[in-house]
């Protein structure tokens, strides 16, 4: 598909729609594409999957584009790099596509309005919005979903609960703390490598450790009885996934500064010395009450 402008055309493509009628997917991509009539949409009755990646397509070209009776089978969208500013905006001119379950958003600079009531397809099942510019998780999210992407952005704090979601994505964002796992009880995949989180806490390592998949990679870890116990514990379930031991390094303190985390010592003795003097001390002191 040429980079031709296709409103205008409409006729041509209703000559085809026989066939055009039958085709379950199409890629228009790095066209140059602006907008798509709604009467195009309309010969598309079979089509699965769309991808209009690397295009310059704006928020108000959506409702036109995904009117009503258009892509009625649609269920995988691709909307990467293209000119989408508005995350209600995209949502509003999608509600209509009630078959859709994957749409990838990423590479677009997105900006949520508070005040949207828009409601996604509850179909929607994969979502990506990894690299679209998030300083916070917009919402409403899609109620259903399994898998979500939302690597490379600027969040520094997740705190949504969806229940029915299985695999987490937050790799390369601002993140100082592990998201609450209570919030996601399906959960079996979590990224987090490449944020600013320096501790599991002990309550979230249990939780962890009963994931599939973890990864935590590049963060600057302290290397703390408590933060490297941690660390060593998750990885001995076998469930932290690439990047140990290599790219799990302490940050602190300095006596540990640019250490494996897989190495610092967590020995009873280092890092709960009473739970070894004070009966070792009791004992003694049995021994000179026996001797005397």
Not at 34 to 39: G, V
Not at 167 to 190: C, E, I, W
Request: hydrophobic share 40%; glycine share 8%.
């Amino acid at each position: 598909v040429t980079s031709a402008p296709l409103t205008g055309h409409e006729q041509a493509f209703s000559s085809l729609s026989r066939w055009l009628g039958t085709l379950e997917e199409l890629a228009v991509t790095g066209s140059h594409v602006t907008s798509l009539p709604c009467a195009i949409g309309k010969v598309f009755r079979a089509l699965r999957s769309l991808n209009l990646a690397q295009n310059s397509l704006s928020d108000g070209s959506l409702t036109p584009a995904f009117c009503q009776g258009a892509f009625p089978q649609l269920q995988e969208l691709s909307l990467h790099h293209n000119n989408l500013s508005s995350y209600h905006g995209v949502c509003e001119g999608l509600e209509l596509l009630r078959e859709l379950w994957h749409l990838d958003l990423s590479h677009n600079e997105l900006v949520a309005d508070p005040s949207s009531s828009c409601q996604w397809p509850p179909s929607l099942r994969h979502f990506n919005l990894s690299n679209a510019g998030l300083d916070e998780v917009p919402t409403p999210l899609p109620p259903n979903l399994e898998v979500l992407d939302m690597s490379h952005n600027h969040l520094r704090a997740v705190d949504v609960s969806l229940s029915s979601l299985k695999k987490l994505f937050l790799n390369q964002n601002l993140l100082q703390a592990v998201p609450s796992l209570r919030n996601y009880p399906m959960l079996d995949t979590l990224h987090l490598d490449n944020n600013s989180i320096w501790e599991l806490p002990r309550g979230e390592v249990k939780l962890l450790g009963r994931l599939q998949d973890v990864a935590v990679a590049d963060n600057p870890f302290s290397c703390s009885c408590s933060g490297a116990g941690g660390l060593q514990a998750l990885a001995a379930t076998g469930h932290l996934g690439q990047g140990w031991p290599e790219g799990y390094r302490c940050h602190s303190p300095a006596q540990y500064q640019g250490w494996p985390v897989a190495q610092v010592p967590v020995s009873v003795l280092r890092c709960h010395p009473a739970a070894v003097v004070a009966p070792l001390c009791v004992a003694l002191a049995l021994l000179g009450v026996a001797g005397a």
